[in-house]
């Protein structure tokens, strides 16, 4: 068991998991992992390395490139880098947005990133928010919380950003995408989205960002209020 603590943030697309954790960890002085920016990075791996050729990993030239590639987080501004470069700014690309699902289906991929995920918790206390992270990669987290919010909200949410960023799409086209990506999370083959035995949920429906904070801070002060 590591010597710090662990605090998961898991629950639905949309619902602000990284907004959240990225708070409590700077309030905890703790540092703040973005899991999904691990596999953005594992994908500009893949495709700096012509690994994805018609759209699938061609797992026999990723696997020794993965196996010795390091993936950390900065933390003075917790960008990360890849192999020790910074590639915030292009791990958030197109072309990497486009093929992260494929790579992150892999199950020798997810591995190595639990691996990863795992040993930064050896280093320092740290905020992770995904959607396995206090059932499969913290299991044994001192804190577990799960976001949730009604399906329509959260596509409301997500229309909005997207409106502010000039894409060009429609309402009903973002509610269907989250109610799809809600089935798809629930019923992947390789660690599921659920919500954890010992997890304390919130629903932030109708909270603003600083009235889940203070919830989730609460939650955080009873379960390990004597460490902080």
């Known amino acids: 068991m590591s010597a710090y603590y662990r605090i998961a943030v898991d629950g639905f697309s ?40 018609d759209w699938h990993l061609d797992t026999g030239c990723f696997m020794p490139v993965i196996q010795h590639a390091t993936i950390e987080f900065r933390t003075t501004d917790n960008h990360l880098l890849l192999n020790e470069k910074d590639v915030e700014k292009e791990i958030r ?7 992260v699902s494929e790579v992150a289906s ?26 396995d992270i206090g059932t499969h990669v913290f299991p044994d987290a001192e804190v577990k919380i799960f976001l949730t919010a009604e399906p329509r909200i959260r596509a409301e949410r997500r229309y909005q950003e997207l409106q502010e960023q000039s894409v060009n799409i ?24 659920r919500k954890a035995d010992d997890a304390i949920e919130i629903n932030n429906s109708y909270l603003s960002r600083s009235e889940q904070l203070e919830q989730a801070l609460e939650i955080v002060h009873k379960k390990i209020g004597d460490v902080l």
């Open 106 to 131: 892999h199950g020798f991929i997810r591995e190595i990133m639990v691996q990863m995920q795992r040993s930064y918790s050896e280093k320092s206390p740290v905020v992770m928010d995904g959607r």
């Open 170 to 193: 429609s309402f009903d086209e973002v509610f269907e995408n989250v109610k799809k990506r809600d089935e798809k999370d629930q019923n992947r083959s390789v660690a599921p989205l």
């Open 14 to 53: 949309s619902c602000g998991k990284s907004t959240l954790a990225r708070q409590i960890a700077e309030v905890l002085g703790a540092v703040y992992i973005d899991s999904g920016a691990m596999y953005r990075a594992a994908t500009l791996l893949a495709i700096q390395n012509n690994c994805i050729r």
């Open 93 to 99: 690309s197109p072309e990497v947005a486009d093929h």
